[in-house]
């Protein structure tokens, strides 16, 4: 791996322009692009570099992402800003009941080269229509890809893929990691949709996670270490197509499962997994699947209300106790 | 396009009329013996809006179409034997029998869907507009909705943002009066639809929906605009449908006189009215037309009947166009 070292913002931003040169009928749609270069920055230099491609809207999230699937449709492939994962609630006939339909609903006629990318995510007070992870919604809706990375390597090889893929792909980036860093080689590559990524090898359990939670799961790691328990990192970067496979390996190589997201916890992504571990692992578990998420509660404002909402690092400790019966 | 259209051109009207009528009538009866499954909504009575528009369009423009959409998809250029096969639930059908009534699309005639969702087809012809604009064409795309559909808030987001935009699409309103069941002058603030474009500068025109004549001039001009890059138009076609707003609609909202009253302004036969008076329509013609017409449709008919089901197991087809094993891999697909 290279010694050079991005942001998340940066790697965006360099995956971005990679594949508007590579592809001219790449571009990016959404609000506040051109004079503030995307909320978080993260369209920065594109707007100069790109000349018309990448395009202010009005406030109108409905018709930035029907659009997005009307330019998909014939013969672009757009890139839409949703502002925060919040307003796809906004968007959501066009999002789940439009792109991720078309392509079956007319028989395979169509290919639709769409990414719906939005920052989503607690832990900045920004209350109940900033806040969420609405992952959930879109994995259970068939005929889109979900894709949720946190370290900026996975950010720029897997924004390249869905650029490049031929399905309409949800891109979540939790709003609290835009600013982190990580090395970022030089050299252009590719991350397969669908692929998890082992970020810590353990033996006692294994932590299957994705975005935020990754990096709450790798500190929480560092302090079961000192208590001797080793436990290995399982972030699935994509959560539809699910990396079954990995899955299967970590859980069959460790036979302890906590699975960890930010979004609520019922009937989260996380309930999904522990249930097919259950159905086809059950195995190989030595004990029963732990699951962590949010309190089933909007995201209240203040600071002590949100923390206490929203998992971190000691839900990833409190669930490994339970999870091994003992006081850690 | 501009001034009177041709003799050739009016017959077209007046055949592309007449096939719709006749794949909507025969859909009519097959959906009464049950030999159609699910919801059937028909356009009989609103020819002339579909017939008119398209006659302006080239192979190469775009439509979004609603879940009324046999007569668009039929003037825009579909086949109608595949269209019937879609009907009946066959795997030779448009969508290979995944969309049914309410979901024909057909892309290698620029029609990029019929819509169950009401409005649903407008932030699309946007976003097939700006394409067409990013990509430097001059082509054109035809949004067609509903009386009811104008009161969907994608509407006014679309409208706005092909205004702001100049974009080449021409927003094509079938007013038949009735929203599913609730009459235009109980749901909808303006009296004329067309007075919504004020709101977002660009113009609005109301024409008589059952005048093909005077649909196909209002469509070319709009065309035309849309073509040399002046941006949207609304067009609102005053028409009335004349049956429910799904076969088995007991109709409670309207009376029957009225229904009546509105046969008599057919616009099938009024076309054939005015071509006879300038005699382009003998009755031979006229004969051969409905003959060739109904010749057709019953060919349609046939190849929908004669066609397979698709094997149950294709139902999990068609969901994904990349790697539809790493797709599928997450599990059931």
Same mark, same amino acid.
């Given at each position: ?8 913002? !940066? ?214 270490? %000192? ?52 159905? !086809? ?5 030595? *004990? ?7 309190? %089933? ?20 400790? !409190? ?10 | ?19 719709? %009528?006749?794949? !909507? ?99 699309? *012809? ?19 909705f509903g009386d009811g559909a104008s009161n969907r808030g994608p509407v006014h987001e679309a409208m706005n943002m092909a205004s702001i935009w100049k974009l080449p699409v021409l927003f094509v309103c079938e007013n038949n009066q009735y929203a599913s069941t609730t009459a235009m002058s109980y749901s909808t603030s303006v009296e004329r639809i067309a007075l919504r474009a004020a709101g977002y500068s660009m113009p609005g025109l109301t024409v008589d929906g059952n005048d093909v004549l005077a649909v196909r001039e209002a469509a070319a001009q709009a065309v035309a605009r849309a073509r040399a890059g002046g941006g949207p138009t609304l067009l609102e076609a005053l028409t009335y449908r004349l049956r429910g707003h799904f076969e088995g609609d007991p109709q409670r909202y309207r009376k029957r006189e009225e229904v009546e009253e509105a046969m008599g302004r057919d616009p099938i036969s009024r076309l054939a009215s005015t071509l006879r008076k300038k005699k382009l329509l003998p009755e031979d013609l006229e004969k051969s037309i409905r003959k060739e017409v109904q010749e057709e449709i019953q060919e349609a008919v046939r190849f929908a009947q004669e066609s397979p089901y698709p094997e149950p197991e294709e139902a999990l087809e068609d969901l994904y166009a ?6 599928? %891999?997450?599990?059931?697909?």
């Amino acid at each position: 791996m290279s010694d050079r070292e991005l942001t998340n913002t !940066e790697a965006m931003a360099e995956a971005l322009r990679e594949e508007m040169t590579r592809d001219p009928s790449v571009f990016i749609v959404g609000e506040d692009l051109v004079a503030h270069g995307g909320i978080f920055g993260q369209f920065k230099g594109l707007p100069e570099a790109f000349p018309g491609r990448v395009i202010d809207t009005p406030i109108s999230e409905t018709c930035i992402a029907g659009a997005g699937l009307g330019a998909a449709l014939t013969g672009m492939r757009p890139f839409v800003d949703l502002h925060f994962a919040d307003f796809t609630t906004t968007a959501m006939d066009e999002i789940a009941n439009q792109a991720a339909k078309i392509r079956y609903m007319f028989g395979g006629q169509v290919k639709v080269p769409l990414v719906i990318w939005a920052p989503d995510g607690a832990g900045l007070s920004a209350a109940a229509h900033h806040s969420q992870s609405l992952e959930a919604w879109f994995v259970h809706t068939p005929g889109l890809k979900v894709v949720s990375p946190c370290l900026p390597y996975d950010v720029k090889g897997l924004i390249k893929t869905a650029i490049r893929d031929d399905d309409p792909v949800v891109f979540f980036m939790h709003k609290k990691i835009f600013g982190r860093k990580g090395p970022v080689p030089e050299q252009e590559y590719l991350i397969p949709l669908g692929q998890a990524d082992l970020k810590l090898e353990g033996s006692d359990l294994t932590v299957i996670t994705y975005s935020i939670m990754v990096l709450h799961a790798l500190e929480a790691a560092q302090e079961l270490s %000192r208590e001797g328990i080793s436990v290995e990192v399982l972030d699935l970067r994509t959560l539809w197509p699910l990396d079954w496979e990995a899955i299967q390996r970590s859980v069959s190589k460790t036979h302890r499962v906590v699975v960890a997201h930010e979004a609520c916890l019922t009937a989260g992504l996380g309930a999904e997994i522990a249930a097919r571990i259950q159905e !086809e692992l059950f195995d190989e578990l030595d *004990a029963p699947v732990v699951r962590v998420g949010a309190k %089933r509660v909007p995201h209240p404002f203040s600071p002590p209300l949100e923390k206490f909402v929203i998992p971190g690092p000691h839900s990833i400790i !409190e669930a490994v106790s339970k999870l091994l019966g003992k006081q850690i | 396009m501009k001034g009177s259209p041709k003799a050739h051109e009016m017959i077209w009207l007046y055949r592309t009329m007449c096939r719709i %009528r006749a794949f !909507e009538t025969k859909v009519q009866e097959l959906f009464a013996a049950n030999m159609i499954p699910g919801f059937v909504h028909l356009s009989i009575g609103e020819e002339a809006v579909a017939a008119g528009v398209s006659s302006v369009l080239r192979p190469d423009d775009y439509i979004t179409s609603t879940h009324r959409g046999h007569g668009h998809v039929l003037a825009k250029g579909a086949e109608p034997r595949r269209m019937m096969a879609e009907l009946f639930g066959k795997r030779t059908g448009y969508c290979k029998g995944k969309g049914g009534s309410m979901h024909i699309a057909d892309f290698g005639v620029g029609v990029l869907g019929a819509n169950g969702v009401v409005a649903g087809g407008f932030p699309i *012809a946007v976003g097939a507009g700006l394409s067409c604009k990013l990509r430097g064409t001059d082509q054109v795309v035809v949004c067609y909705f509903g009386d009811g559909a104008s009161n969907r808030g994608p509407v006014h987001e679309a409208m706005n943002m092909a205004s702001i935009w100049k974009l080449p699409v021409l927003f094509v309103c079938e007013n038949n009066q009735y929203a599913s069941t609730t009459a235009m002058s109980y749901s909808t603030s303006v009296e004329r639809i067309a007075l919504r474009a004020a709101g977002y500068s660009m113009p609005g025109l109301t024409v008589d929906g059952n005048d093909v004549l005077a649909v196909r001039e209002a469509a070319a001009q709009a065309v035309a605009r849309a073509r040399a890059g002046g941006g949207p138009t609304l067009l609102e076609a005053l028409t009335y449908r004349l049956r429910g707003h799904f076969e088995g609609d007991p109709q409670r909202y309207r009376k029957r006189e009225e229904v009546e009253e509105a046969m008599g302004r057919d616009p099938i036969s009024r076309l054939a009215s005015t071509l006879r008076k300038k005699k382009l329509l003998p009755e031979d013609l006229e004969k051969s037309i409905r003959k060739e017409v109904q010749e057709e449709i019953q060919e349609a008919v046939r190849f929908a009947q004669e066609s397979p089901y698709p094997e149950p197991e294709e139902a999990l087809e068609d969901l994904y166009a990349g790697d539809v094993a790493q797709a599928a %891999r997450g599990g059931l697909a």
